[in-house]
T-cell receptor, first 114, second 115 residues
Framework: EAQVTQNPRYLITVTGKKLTVTCSQN?????MSWYRQDPGLGLRQIYY???????DKGDVPEGYKVSRKEKRNFPLILESPSPNQTSLYFC???FGSGPSYEQYFGPGTRLTVT | AQSVTQLDSQVPVFEEAPVELRCNYS??????LFWYVQYPNQGLQLLLK??????LVESINGFEAEFNKSQTSFHLRKPSVHISDTAEYFC?????????????FGTGTLLAVQP
């Protein structure tokens, strides 16, 4: 089944404890991105990657890191999480860049930082 | 800068009644518009999109949206809703400026269908 998977689905952590949220897709997509969803703000893009070893900042990159060493994986790293990073995170992927390429979203990771 | 406004945060409606979810956009470049649906505890799924051509676009489950350039709107409609349509609906405008493949989302509208 073609899908985007994220792990973990739920995570409660404490301020300053490094964490990684994994994202993997099995559709051979070149483009991957991370969004965060907050009440009243909709979804905002954090980082994106056009291909392996190519990443760039989205609208809200502060406090996050990403890497793209393999085509299928695009982990989101929070080196020192803070409470304002409590949010619902979505990974997305598409075959290419452009309006004709549908973006597929993962199921989401709900992160709480205390 | 491109932006999307969804004026209604929640729309309660009775089953089998018609519904309209409003979306207005701001874009200075080519307009690509999308509606995504998020069912409880799930990720977003593409419902329908407007890229070019016919201004009326339809989904497989009875929703439709009309691109209105003069009113900068892309409202989502369904003539008769079901309980299973209860979900959050996000309107988005696409920003595909070469290196980016970004969707700019509205704040979402929760459609609550009551029996």
């Amino acid at each position: 089944e073609a899908q985007v998977t994220q792990n973990p689905r739920y995570l409660i952590t404490v301020t300053g404890k490094k964490l990684t949220v994994t994202c993997s897709q099995n559709m051979n997509h070149e483009y991957m991105s991370w969004y965060r969803q907050d009440p009243g703000l909709g979804l905002r893009q954090i980082y994106y990657s056009m291909n392996v070893e190519v990443t760039d900042k989205g609208d809200v990159p502060e406090g996050y890191k990403v890497s793209r060493k393999e085509k299928r994986n695009f982990p989101l790293i929070l080196e020192s999480p803070s409470p304002n990073q409590t949010s619902l995170y979505f990974c997305a992927s598409s075959f290419g860049s452009g309006p004709s390429y549908e973006q597929y979203f993962g199921p989401g990771t709900r992160l709480t930082v205390t | 800068a491109q932006s999307v406004t969804q004026l209604d945060s929640q729309v309660p409606v009775f089953e089998e009644a018609p519904v309209e979810l409003r979306c207005n956009y701001s874009s200075s470049v080519s307009v690509y518009l999308f509606w995504y649906v998020q069912y409880p505890n799930q990720g977003l799924q593409l419902l329908l999109k407007y890229l070019s051509g016919s201004t009326l676009v339809e989904s497989i489950n009875g929703f439709e949206a009309e691109f209105n350039k003069s009113q900068t709107s892309f409202h989502l409609r369904k003539p008769s809703v079901h309980i299973s349509d209860t979900a959050e609906y996000f309107c988005a405008v696409g920003d595909f400026d070469g290196a980016t493949n970004k969707l700019i989302f509205g704040t979402g509208t929760l459609l609550a269908v009551q029996p």
